[in-house]
């Protein structure tokens, strides 16, 4: 039973590059959403929200469900799949990702993919909602370490070659190299600092201690015999633990639980040799 029907697309700009977004219908009833980014946006570090209206107010779509309270998604990856629940047949829905400088309300590029429910079980007094499809794993894997950027103890630490940001807002890519090695976030900025490590506020990836950089590597499930693998999964970087059913571990240093990520959701690698 297909949920979404007749969609269309609205595309805008970023970094006054385009991003590309499709809708479709998936055959579970969900709605698949793809993006592409040009290449020259790869690596790069922002923020994504994604929201939709039921009467007037708007409601945040995160991996823990959706709030009125406005917050950030914390990834843009290639292939998204979102649930929609108790929309009336014919109802238009609407689903908007803006993408904003980090952490700021700046915004750089707006998308929107409009839909038609069909066939959709409404059920009277229940309010319509979206849920973003996202398996999730506490599971931690015992040769990395599962430190989170947003940890009180060092989120406020200034990063960057000139301090221009803070650990907490930009140090996902940072963060997910100190989990390899086993350090801290704030034990491997603080040598980054001393080292060169930073070109603005972006981490060399050639500068992290005792780790060998072997560039970005086509993803399979081969590459983690020889490679330690940090992913990108669109304005955000995580550590990708493994293959496992459904797609990648990760250790991801920018939520609280550690998202499976599947192929088509990461865009790109950067690898260390082991």
């Known amino acids: 039973m297909k949920y979404i029907t007749l969609f269309f697309i609205v595309m805008s700009c970023v970094f006054a590059n385009d991003i590309q977004l499709t809708c479709s219908a998936k055959d579970n009833g969900n709605m698949g959403i793809e993006v592409k980014l040009p290449e020259s946006l790869d ?11 039921v009467d007037g107010q708007k409601y945040y779509i995160t991996l823990e469900g959706s709030s009125t309270e406005r917050k950030v998604l914390g990834m843009l990856p290639q292939q998204m799949e979102l649930a929609v629940h108790n929309w009336a047949q014919g109802a238009e829905v609407n689903v908007v990702v803006e993408v904003c400088k980090s952490n700021t309300r700046e915004i750089l590029s707006t998308a929107k993919c409009t839909a038609l ?20 794993s506490d599971e931690t894997v015992r040769w990395y370490s599962n430190y989170k950027q947003f940890d009180s103890k060092w989120k406020y630490d200034k990063m960057g070659q000139y301090n221009g940001t803070t650990i907490g807002k930009d140090g996902c890519a940072m963060s997910s190299a100190a989990n390899i090695i086993n350090w801290t976030p ?46 990108y999964v669109g304005g955000h970087f995580v550590l990708l633990t493994g293959a496992k059913s459904g797609g990648y571990g990760s250790h991801d240093p920018g939520k609280s639980s550690n998202p499976v990520y599947s192929s088509g959701q990461i865009y790109s690698t950067r690898c260390y040799s082991k």
């Open 186 to 231: 704030r034990d491997l900025n603080n040598r980054l600092k001393s080292n060169g490590g930073y070109q603005n506020n972006l981490i060399i990836w050639t500068k992290v201690p005792y780790l060998s950089y072997s560039g970005k590597k086509s993803l399979s499930s081969s590459l983690f015999s020889s490679y330690h693998v940090i992913g």
């Open 43 to 53: 690596g790069k570090i922002w923020d994504t929200y994604m929201y939709y209206t």
């Open 117 to 136: 429910a069909s066939d959709t079980p409404a059920i009277a007094g229940k309010k319509a909602s979206i849920e973003f499809v996202q398996k999730v």
